[in-house]
């Protein structure tokens, strides 16, 4: 152990020279308090209203003041602002709100729920706050961060969904009943995104529990989409999961796409998964050549690579935070400044913009306080500090504030070419649009930690280093420590081999296998039964993780911090 934690520290110091964290000389740490403290303002005020008038609803309905269930009867707001109660500070508030949701909190309702988004928001969100409860003052139970009351309400609620998965090709369903599966009559087509964003959470739950099924399952679905691209490299935008067969054929990287090219990039680094890296490499590819125009993304026919629609979604500004993980800050920054464009013509982003025509699509014209191109801005100030960044949140700030805030919280925008309102905040305005508003004004939050500070976890055999940085925010914004996952996976293998070893000496010597002549033992045998590589050239296998601060092929900027916790040596 001590010599793991060693490997570790030197590791740190060792890649912090090639990370520019640069600040900017923009942004006087005044002014940066200031926002600071007015993002808390902004953050209370939604926060209490939801309280007061909306709780145990999942979302506040700000003009009318009250509350409704949306996404399954979660309290869902809560469960999505628990990470961020800690980002800002308070940790009374979330030791409070934790115990609540234990108390009160049921997933045995007869409830039809997204899994997509019960995923992204309940699963993502409880195993946030497990992780983060330590930091937050709870007490943890011996085993931490590999067991705890918020970990198994979040693989409760995992287990839920896992009736979706059980289709021909492994890809889910998009809607489960918590309480009785899947229903006969539920229709066999969902988004990609739908099918494709699981990795994170599923497989963050496997590493800490030592069950396998989430990652299996997760897994599986990503080599079923894979198999269903185009002759030219693309996936469209809706899929039967019975039958592979594509329904919607525009393929972007926007709405119903955009977090399964998020995931196989985060996934790479959190996992450390040369495999899920190559697989966005070969898309990014496919993308540049068929929908990429003057630093917009287009919509093109999957098949054929013809511009379906000339249009800007919304979704889509997440891209440039997502180039930033990989290092592509030049193609980056200008993409980030054509949607900024978009944002100072309307103070906001509406969810879809007509390119050609430099103006909103008709129906499409709301901003309902989407987090997507405040996300990108705040990758981007951490790998350039670049004094455009903040003034996209200067402006977040001004806008979100003058044009949607109402006596009860913050108001979904219905119009942005006339500022109408609609009755609804939905909780990734807590748990994403304002989480990242902050950490843009707060370069020394924790989030942020550049391997100086760490601490401990006692897992199973105790000395795990948690919390040194490397953090990755799944698609809602939660936070996730790949060194958690280190800690309780590393120690599922030792005691694995030490059951093998047990079996082998428990076992006749006339009947252990014996290697032939010339045949190399797998060390991969028995550990990962199928080590094929669905994008490796036929015959090749994946290599094993072997060194503990890899350079390639994560020549990311932020990414790089998460690789120091993959030593299985």
Request: aromatic share 10%; with cysteine.
């Amino acid at each position: 152990m001590l010599k793991y934690q060693y490997t570790t520290i030197i590791c740190v110091i060792y890649v912090l020279p090639v990370i520019n964290y640069a600040k900017g000389k923009e942004g006087t740490d005044q002014e940066m308090a200031h926002y600071r403290e007015r993002i808390k303002s902004m953050f209370y005020h939604a926060y209490n209203s939801y309280l007061e008038n909306a709780f145990p609803y999942d979302e506040l309905r700000p003009l009318t003041c009250d509350g409704q269930d949306t996404w399954g009867s979660f309290s869902l707001t809560l469960i999505d602002a628990l990470d961020t109660l800690l980002i800002l500070g308070n940790h009374t508030e979330f030791q409070r709100v934790a115990s609540l949701l234990q108390d009160t909190v049921d997933f045995d309702s007869d409830v039809n729920a997204s899994v997509f988004e019960t995923n992204i928001r309940v699963v993502g969100g409880l195993l946030s706050a497990h992780l983060l409860s330590k930091r937050a003052g709870m007490e943890v139970e011996t085993g931490w961060p590999c067991s705890g009351s918020l970990l198994r309400m979040a693989e409760e609620a995992a287990r839920k969904l896992l009736p979706a998965f059980q289709t021909p090709t492994g890809m889910p369903y998009g809607t489960v009943n918590l309480l009785m599966g899947v229903n006969p009559a539920e229709t066999p087509v969902t988004c990609t995104a739908g099918v494709g964003t699981f990795i994170l959470e599923f497989a963050t739950l496997s590493r800490l529990t030592g069950d396998p099924v989430f990652e299996d399952v997760a897994r599986k679905a990503l080599v079923s989409l894979w198999k269903t691209r185009s002759d030219i490299g693309l996936v469209g935008n809706h899929i039967d999961v019975i039958t592979s067969k594509w329904i919607a054929q525009d393929a972007g990287i926007g709405a119903g796409v955009d977090s399964y090219f998020e995931y196989l990039v985060k996934g790479a680094i959190m996992l450390q998964d040369e495999e899920l890296l190559s697989m966005f490499l070969e898309y990014d590819k496919s993308i540049k050549n068929y929908t990429k125009f003057d630093d917009w993304y287009l919509w093109v026919q999957m098949h054929k690579g013809t511009v379906s629609m000339p249009v800007f979604q919304s979704l889509e500004a997440f891209w440039p935070g997502l180039q930033s993980l990989l290092g592509d800050l030049e193609n980056a920054m200008r993409t980030f400044h054509n949607y900024y464009t978009v944002w100072r013509q309307f103070g906001g982003l509406p969810e879809f913009y007509s390119i050609p025509q430099g103006y909103t699509v008709d129906k499409r014209e709301g901003y309902p306080l989407r987090p997507e191109l405040i996300e990108s801005a705040m990758y981007l100030y951490r790998a350039t500090g670049d004094p455009t960044l903040l003034q996209l949140g200067r402006d977040a700030v001004e806008s979100i504030e003058k044009i949607t805030r109402v006596p009860c919280g913050f108001a979904s925008v219905k119009d942005l070419r006339d500022h109408k309102l609609d009755n609804r905040m939905e909780s990734f305005f807590l748990a994403e649009t304002v989480k990242y508003l902050y950490l843009l004004f707060d370069p020394d939050n924790f989030l942020h930690n550049s391997g100086s500070e760490f601490e401990t976890g006692s897992g199973p055999q105790g000395g795990c280093i948690l919390g040194a940085g490397g953090y990755i925010f799944n698609t809602e914004a939660h936070p996730l420590d790949p060194a958690a996952l280190h800690c309780c996976s590393q120690a599922q293998e030792e005691r694995r081999e030490l059951q093998d070893i047990l079996l082998s000496l428990s076992e006749p010597f006339n009947n252990r296998p014996v290697a032939q002549p010339g045949q190399e033992e797998d060390p991969a045998d028995g550990m990962h039964p199928s080590s094929e590589s669905i994008v490796l050239k036929p015959g090749a296998r994946r290599k094993a993780p072997v060194l503990s601060c890899p350079m390639q092929p994560f020549s990311a900027r932020l990414a790089v911090l998460g690789q120091v916790f993959t030593d299985s040596t």
